[in-house]
């Protein structure tokens, strides 16, 4: 309860986005306490124009003049080729004096807690971290803040907060993504622009249509809209009291890609809403109506409270339209001799943005002159009827509304404009001296005090002496600086002067020492040099000392969702398999009790057995899982496990340290830094990323115990929202009508490509890629690597599949592992594979990587 109480009683830190300085700046001058932001490298908004190190530089010293911070976007899984550049890079942040970075890759916080402790880590919503469980891991690998995933609800904040001494960090405002960031792919599969790379081409904003297996659009008749993963923008500006109580620390704007005056606006609703927590003890509005349309007018999708709830289906998602829609402006009355008659439902005003939705769909146009009757005027106000120059087509009774306001961004753009800095501090300050002597001021900012004194001394005044006005008048005149001048007060002997240089002199010297920023706890570059020296060395021995331990034995690993296909599995050949991972509702997948049976089974066999925990699981469901890995305990023998997320690490190691653990390809490992980490906390073997390329995946075969993706369905993103419950599954508040499970269904996009849809039995939507990976081919290379055990990932195949997949994958690795490469062709092989699924393959990121 103690820390509970000390979280509540922290102030709220409002975090704003910056993907330029002018951003940067609307953001600070509009209340931020701290703004993120990417630099050049390693960012996940690649696109959005980001800092270079001059500006970096400019910016760090901005917001610390004004009390507010910065924190750099480290957050992207980075190469073995980029880490001497992210070296150099880490140093330099700390060097300019950065508060904090925000990691996405475990290699790489686990680097930085070596090399640079000294540097503040922020776990990014890109770990995919939703538990008290995966904080408690982050915890114990250094950071000291994690930012929750975005479906975290309340209920689950409250108890995170509670469990953890980390500040926990939540995103409040703005474009939400529909899956699980960092597990997201579908970008990636698409077309090699990897969300986990920065550089993410949001196919989730494109349209789609939902068909069954005789691909019939199933909501032709519904009107439903085809923007079918497009969620509609984040607001909890009235949640801000609750997510203080539950003891959050951090209040996360997104929006690096959007305009400062967005970010002006946003941020200055934001901050007078947390200003106003204190004066609405019995929990009434945050904001007025006329803030929040300005919240509206600004930006949004419609707006939703996301998961802080419960998960609202259909009403989380923008289904019409995945861009702004504007604010409600009115109706047209006619449109005459080139001028639109607009009855007004909001005011109006030259410069506006405005979109007319038509029966041909939507157009946009520029408001110029407006005219009420025939006289021309400089608003238009609710209620009246006003008219513009239109030059389109436009019919009686069609809607009309303002995707611009120009007053409103006129207003924003005032809040940043340069000269006209508002963020300022008060000063006290206290002029004291004899005659005789050297004057004093004092000068204090909240805490902090400063004393310089007057170049020469004060004299016997023969026609001016020093006044508290004119004394006041000189000494606050503080321009541009982030202050002003609140109280002077003056403790001089009557009748003396001083001359206008010296109050101005000592006015300038006081202002500097302020600016000055206190020194940190700094690196210099020899230290760290050597600690890099140390890290690379460690390295080395592990490589080193892993690759002598007794080789992996080549295997095919087969991941499989049921009885029925495990046997078709062993009766396909298979050495190793892995049961588990998720349970769709189409079909029946593993009891408990059918794990415990397989192992024993498989044991008698000499066949190597892992099971899969489920890559995504909340609260609740860690709770269940904890109680089900408790009895599994008591068996005879333990399974060995497969961890899917850092959560499901904890929640294993609660219950027996040395519980023999494996890591799946859902944990990014995608550099010898994180593999290396995987392997010190005991992990036996780690499947590495499926979007890393041959050449790196040939320098991380030099760690036995990797395993590859070799076969079968790429995941592309798993869901809170499912589109099939959503659309077909009845009424809000309506038992699920369980369609899902009726027949098979299907994402169509507009290149009519059909991605199909599992819903598991948590209701979570997994959609995967159009054609299945197939590396049969490339197999010989592959060993040539010194990859010794590849996977294939048959849970969605049918018994007869499974067992035809396996046999032909074990018989070419059993040849070319006999050292027959050379007379083993893909061939045959691969016109069987072709003829179970001729809607063709992929080979994923083996060739082409990602960007």
């Known amino acids: 309860m103690d820390e509970i109480k000390t979280k509540e009683s922290r102030p709220l830190e409002l975090l704003a986005p910056a993907g330029s300085f002018e951003a940067f700046k609307a953001a600070v001058e509009n209340g931020a306490d701290a703004v993120y932001l990417g630099g050049k490298s390693f960012s996940a908004r690649a696109s959005a124009a980001n800092f270079d190190l001059e500006e970096l530089q400019k910016a760090i010293r901005y917001a610390h003049e004004r009390q507010a911070k910065v924190y750099v976007t480290v957050n992207i899984l980075i190469a073995d080729q980029e880490f001497q550049e992210l070296l150099d890079y880490l140093y330099t942040l700390h060097e300019i004096g950065v508060d904090a970075v925000i990691v996405q890759d475990v290699g790489v916080a686990e680097l930085i807690h070596t090399i640079l402790p000294e540097m503040e880590t922020h776990a990014s919503t890109q770990m995919t971290v939703n538990t008290s469980w995966g904080v408690q891991h982050l915890e114990a690998l250094g950071f000291c803040r994690v930012v929750l995933a975005r479906e975290t609800s309340a209920d689950e904040m409250k108890t995170i907060a509670a469990k953890t001494p980390l500040e926990i960090e939540v995103f409040v405002h703005g474009a939400l993504c529909i899956g699980y960031s960092g597990q997201c792919l579908m970008s990636s599969f698409i077309g090699g622009r990897s969300g986990n790379r920065g550089t993410c081409a949001q196919p989730c904003r494109m349209t789609y249509q939902l068909v069954n297996e005789e691909k019939e659009n199933l909501l032709i008749q519904k009107n439903t809209g085809e923007h079918l993963l497009s969620p509609r923008d984040l607001n909890l500006a009235e949640e801000l009291a609750e997510l203080k109580r539950i003891g959050i620390h951090s209040l996360k704007v997104e929006g690096r890609m959007k305009r400062p005056e967005y970010v002006a606006t946003v941020i200055r609703l934001y901050k007078q809403a947390i200003n106003r927590i204190e004066d609405q003890p019995e929990g009434g509005p945050l904001l007025t109506s006329e803030e929040h349309q300005e919240l509206l007018q600004v930006f949004n999708r419609d707006f939703t409270s996301g998961y802080f709830r419960e998960n609202l289906g259909a009403e989380l998602m923008s289904y019409s339209r995945p861009n702004n829609r504007g604010t409600r402006l009115g109706r047209v009355v006619r449109l005459e001799s080139g001028r639109l008659f607009i009855k007004l439902e909001a005011a109006i005003h030259p410069g506006d943005g405005i979109e007319l939705w038509t029966g041909r769909g939507r157009e946009g146009v520029t408001v110029g002159t407006i005219w009420r009757d025939k006289t021309e005027v400089e608003e238009g106000l609710h209620g009246e009827t006003v008219q513009i120059e239109f030059s389109g087509i436009a019919h009686p009774g069609d809607r009309v509304f303002k995707t611009n306001d120009a007053v409103l961004m006129e207003k924003a753009r005032e809040s940043f404009q340069e000269g006209r800095e508002k963020r300022k501090s008060s000063l006290n300050m206290n002029l004291s001296g004899h005659k005789g002597d050297k004057l004093s001021l004092e000068v204090m900012e909240g805490e902090r005090r400063v004393t310089v004194y007057s170049t020469s001394v004060a004299q016997k005044a023969l026609k001016r002496p020093l006044t508290r006005e004119y004394a006041f008048r000189q000494l606050g005149r503080l321009g541009t600086t982030p202050f002003w001048l609140d109280k002077l007060e003056l403790e001089i002997d009557e009748g003396i002067m001083l001359p206008v240089s010296d109050l101005n002199e000592m006015r300038r010297l006081a202002v500097e020492e302020l600016l000055q920023v206190k020194p940190r706890q700094r690196v210099d570059r020899q230290s760290y040099r050597q ?239 159009v054609k299945i990976l197939n590396l049969y081919e490339e197999l010989a290379q592959i060993r040539r690597m010194g990859i010794s055990t590849v996977r294939l990932q048959l849970t969605r195949q049918t018994p007869g599949q499974v067992r035809q997949i396996v046999r032909l994958f074990s018989e070419a690795w059993d040849t070319i592992n006999l050292g027959k490469k050379a007379s083993w062709t893909s061939d045959e092989g691969m016109a069987e594979l072709t003829s179970l699924f001729p809607e063709g393959f992929t080979k994923g990121h083996f060739f082409r990587g990602v960007l």
């Open 531 to 769: 600690r890099v020296e140390r890290w690379k060395h460690r390295q080395g021995e592990e490589r080193a000392s892993f690759q002598s331990m007794k080789s992996v034995i080549p295997q095919i690993s087969v991941a499989v969702s049921n009885t029925e296909t495990l046997q078709a599995a062993l009766k396909g050949g298979a050495s190793r398999v892995l049961v588990g991972g998720e349970h769709w509702r189409s079909q029946r997948g593993f009891s408990l009790e059918e794990i415990r049976i397989s192992f024993e089974s498989c044991r008698k066999l000499g066949i190597d057995c892992a099971w899969r925990l489920p890559r995504i699981i909340n609260q609740a469901q860690s709770a269940s899982l904890l109680e089900d890995l408790k009895r599994t305990a008591e068996w005879a023998k333990k399974p060995k496990l497969m961890v899917s997320n850092l959560g499901e690490l904890e929640l294993i190691r609660t219950v027996d340290e040395d519980w023999p653990f494996e890591v799946d390809y859902s944990l990014n490992v995608f550099n010898e830094a994180s593999l290396a980490y995987f392997f010190r906390l005991g992990a036996k073997r780690v499947t590495l990323s499926p979007e890393l390329h041959h050449e790196q995946l040939a320098h991380l075969a030099k760690w036995p115990g990797v395993e590859l993706l070799a076969f079968g369905d790429l995941e592309m993103m798993v869901s809170e929202y499912c589109p099939v419950g959503a659309t077909l599954g009845g009424k809000k508040g309506e038992h699920c009508a369980r369609t899902c499970v009726k027949e098979p269904h299907y994402l169509r996009d507009r290149m009519r490509y059909d991605f199909p849809v599992e819903t598991d039995q948590e209701c979570r939507m997994h959609l995967f890629n």
